[in-house]
């Protein structure tokens, strides 16, 4: 059985549950890190020598990590002709393109503010750090913001993997209890992704 190491409320663990999903692979999910630890093991490490979650198992024990490569790998081992990670080179780019601007511009803006929100003690977190950072995200979120105000996904007229990462930072930023300006077009995005079974079981839910 395939299997993905990292706990479920790990919004990188959330992408790659979400891409087996979509792909209709079955796996066997296992909480690790946060509450549950685990990582800072050798046998982990032998594994993941960051020490972060996710990191994902094929049955035949072939493993690798960092979340969005596993979407690709995914969409490349088993998308094929598919309409998630698209053969025409072009439109697999731009679906590539979102995914990175998901680690580099949109986690890079909003991670410090949720991880002073939701993973540091009330006595030692920085409001001058979650300040800069929602500053940060209002520019990085409008980029998106003004991309999805003409077409329906980050790739064109279809749903493809470059909307995992994306989608699942586009609820977080906007389920955050911190001011942001109006963004209609994320959250006609949020509602179009409501309508997939795996969004709305495995990202939409409490912030934790
Ligand atoms: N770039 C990596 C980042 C992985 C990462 O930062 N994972 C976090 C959880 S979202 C982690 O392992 N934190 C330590 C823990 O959960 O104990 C990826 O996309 O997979």
């Not at 020490?51 to 979407?71: H, K, Q, R, T």
């Not at 025409?88 to 890079?108: F, G, I, L």
């Not at 991309?147 to 329906?152: D, K, R, T, Y």
């Not at 992704?193 to 709305?200: P, S």
């Amino acid at each position: 059985m395939r299997r993905i190491l990292g706990r479920a409320n790990s919004i990188n663990v959330m992408k790659v549950i979400w891409a087996c999903e979509e792909l209709g692979l079955p796996y066997a999910r296992e909480d690790l890190g946060g509450p549950f630890g685990g990582l800072d093991t050798p046998a982990y490490r032998a594994m993941n020598p960051n020490a972060l979650i996710p990191v994902l198992v094929e049955p035949d024990g072939w493993l690798m990590w960092e979340s969005n490569a596993i979407l690709r790998y995914l969409g490349t081992a088993y998308g094929k002709g598919g309409p998630l990670w698209p053969d025409d080179p072009r439109a697999r780019a731009t679906s590539d393109q979102w995914m990175d601007w998901q680690q580099t511009v949109a986690n890079a803006s909003l991670g410090p503010a949720f991880v002073q929100m939701y993973r540091t003690p009330a006595e030692k977190r920085d409001q001058a750090v979650i300040d800069k950072s929602i500053a940060r995200s209002a520019e990085a979120f409008r980029v998106i913001e003004a991309h999805l105000a003409s077409q329906p996904y980050v790739a064109g007229d279809t749903f493809t993997l470059g909307d995992i990462p994306v989608g699942c930072h586009v609820y977080r930023y906007l389920h955050l209890p911190i001011d942001r300006p109006d963004m209609p077009a994320l959250a006609a995005y949020h509602e179009r992704l409501l309508r997939r079974l795996a969004y709305a079981t495995h990202v939409a839910l409490p912030i934790t």
